[in-house]
T-cell receptor
């Protein structure tokens, strides 16, 4: 079974609107971490936001927020007030215990004027 | 977070040759990770590199094809050996701190 599932291969949003990128995960560990990364066409991986499994509040970083629903095992990324520069590939990833990251297949976000 | 300098940023190589990718970290880190991202795909872990010991390779990756060096706590190299067009990918190094920081990636094309 896949550890990280991103069901949206592509998403379109108009500039200044909000968009939600879906991510569900599968783990039996009690301690884990969830990450979102942005990958522009240049190929670099840019860290956006982190949510720990014991964090009671949803993580926020500027225009990024993580809608963490533990019981449903979902960790959706919400981008508010989309900008043209947000067009990129977005990856959800999970760390179980102290292991490495496991990545989802990614969602391509296109922001139109 | 650590800052990683990765070189080269891109290269076009002939099949049968080898390419060495370097990652320099601005602070000492225990573990470094090497990933491959094939075109249109997600990231796949190649190996974990600890200083002073041999790298630990994931299933499907072998040391003869992807030798890794980790001479100190701030530096690591990955060599892609005897390249074929199937090795055309983005290769990324990473470290683990409060978050997982990545180098800027090496876009490799094998012709």
């Amino acid at each position: 079974a896949q550890k990280i599932t991103q069901t949206q291969p592509g998403m379109f949003v108009q500039e200044k609107e909000a968009v939600t990128l879906d991510c569900t995960y599968d783990t039996s560990d009690q301690s884990y971490g969830l990450f979102w990364y942005k990958q522009p066409s240049s190929g670099e991986m840019i860290f956006l936001i982190y949510q720990g499994s014991y964090d009671e509040q949803n993580a926020t970083e500027g225009r990024y927020s993580l809608n963490f629903q533990k019981a449903r095992k979902s960790a959706n990324l919400v981008i508010s007030a989309s900008q043209l520069g947000d067009s990129a590939m977005y990856f959800c990833a999970m760390r179980e215990g102290y292991s490495t990251l496991t990545f989802g297949k990614g969602t391509m976000l296109l922001v139109s004027p | 977070s650590a800052v990683i300098s990765q070189k080269p940023s891109r290269d076009i190589c002939q099949r049968g040759t080898s390419l060495t990718i370097q990652c320099q970290v601005d602070s000492q880190v225990t573990m470094m990770f090497w990933y491959r991202q094939q075109p249109g795909q997600s990231l796949t872990l190649i190996a974990t590199a600890n200083q002073g010991s041999e790298a630990t390779y994931e299933s499907g990756f072998v040391i003869d094809k992807f030798p890794i060096s980790r001479p100190n706590l701030t530096f690591s190299t990955l060599t892609v050996s005897n390249m074929s067009p199937e090795d055309s990918s983005i290769y990324l190094c990473s470290t683990r701190g409060s978050d997982y920081t990545f180098g800027s990636g090496t876009r490799l094309t094998v012709v």
